[in-house]
């Protein structure tokens, strides 16, 4: 008999903590999930930023010192095509060179830094 008692009460107890824990009725009756899965949507594209900014920021700082290099090296190579004549116009490509090399040595005199810290 004292066996019967003890499974009542271990159940009760069960019960008790399961209904404890359930969440019960929905609170939100009526709430357009759809729509608040578009707002999700919106908002993480708008937070989400350009994929040639995202992998930028995947590149080892040399990299990225070598590219902005390129980027204003570019500079003399327009320059020297336009204002330079004949074989001349290869000097734009040596200032261009000369600037990428600069910015990977920046690059990877800045990793040097944040690695010393």
């Known amino acids: 008999m004292s066996s019967n ?3 009542e009460r271990i159940q009760r107890l069960r019960d008790a903590q399961i209904n404890q ?3 019960g009725e929905s609170k939100i009756r009526g709430y357009d999930w759809a729509a608040h899965a578009k707002r999700g949507k ?3 594209k708008k937070t989400q930023k350009p994929l040639p900014l995202e992998i930028y920021e995947v590149l080892p700082s040399r990299w990225k010192g ?4 390129f980027v204003v090296g570019l500079f003399p190579l327009i320059a020297g095509q336009i204002f330079l004549e004949g ?3 290869l000097l ?4 261009m060179l000369v600037c990428l090399i600069i910015g990977f040595v920046v690059g990877a005199a800045t ?4 690695t010393k810290r």
């Not at 734009?92 to 200032?95: E, F, I, R, S, T």
């Not at 990793?111 to 944040?114: A, F, I, K």
């Open 92 to 95: 734009g490509l040596v200032g």
């Open 21 to 23: 824990r359930s969440p």
């Open 42 to 44: 919106e908002i993480k």
């Open 111 to 114: 990793t040097y830094e944040d």
């Open 87 to 89: 074989d001349w116009k």
């Open 66 to 69: 070598a590219i902005a290099g």
């Open 5 to 7: 008692k003890e499974r």
